[in-house]
């Protein structure tokens, strides 16, 4: 996909790339996503600032009411919806090409302060109970795979894995972006990784930091 320029020295990207195009070995992932981050940087805090925090709050829960009376509560899909920086993620099962217009459409037309909505929402039907406690269990996985890593601030990186790919969500520097992408990959059960991050340079992220202030 093409880059989406968001300001200076900040760009949002959605990058498929296959896991051998890195040139290292990736066990357990059939397809590769990587898009921004830094490395050496340990920080506690979510980078977003509490203002930006509130407002994702506010948009999954106004965007989960639409979704719900548009589509969940019809059982024609199953589709959750996640929000980083006001940047949107569906994900999940519809069971046709309409209802998944339908469910991002509902979000686009009635919840504020969307940026983007990213639709990953697949034309199947819904998942079983095993394939979501599978989902549920590479989730975890993954999120404690990260936060092993001395380099990457795992509290910067949102995960959500729905039939085995795994999407990845964050304020990121293009190396944390890349080592995030790895790591998530190396996890046994994970088939794809999506990274949807929001990339900022190192010298932003130093600012973050010595700020002792999210964005």
């Excluded at 998944?100 to 037309?109: F, G, K, L, N, Y």
């Excluded at 509290?155 to 944390?176: C, D, F, H, P, W």
């Amino acid at each position: 996909m093409s880059l989406c320029p968001t300001s200076a020295g900040r760009r949002l990207v959605l990058s498929m790339l296959a896991a051998s195009s890195l040139g290292v070995g990736l066990s357990g992932c059939f397809g590769l996503a990587v898009t921004g981050a830094a490395v050496g940087t340990m920080a506690v805090l979510d980078r977003r600032s509490l203002g930006a925090q509130t407002e994702d709050q506010a948009i999954e829960l106004r965007g989960l009411k639409e979704l719900n009376r548009e589509v969940n509560d019809r059982e024609v899909g199953s589709i959750s919806i996640t929000s980083f920086n006001r940047q949107v993620l569906l994900s999940g099962q519809a069971t046709s090409q309409q209802t998944r217009q339908q469910a991002e459409a509902a979000v686009r037309e009635r919840v504020p302060n969307v940026r983007e909505i990213y639709n990953e929402v697949e034309v199947v039907g819904a998942a079983d109970f095993a394939t979501r406690t599978k989902d549920t269990s590479l989730t975890a996985r993954v999120k404690t795979a990260l936060l092993r890593e001395r380099d990457l601030s795992s509290n910067a990186i949102k995960v959500i894995t729905e039939r085995s790919t795994v999407y990845l969500m964050g304020i990121l520097t293009q190396k944390e972006g890349e080592r995030a992408a790895i790591v998530a990959s190396q996890i046994s059960g994970v088939t794809r990784v999506v990274t949807l991050f929001e990339y900022i340079t190192e010298e932003e992220l130093a600012k973050i930091l010595r700020a002792g202030n999210p964005r």
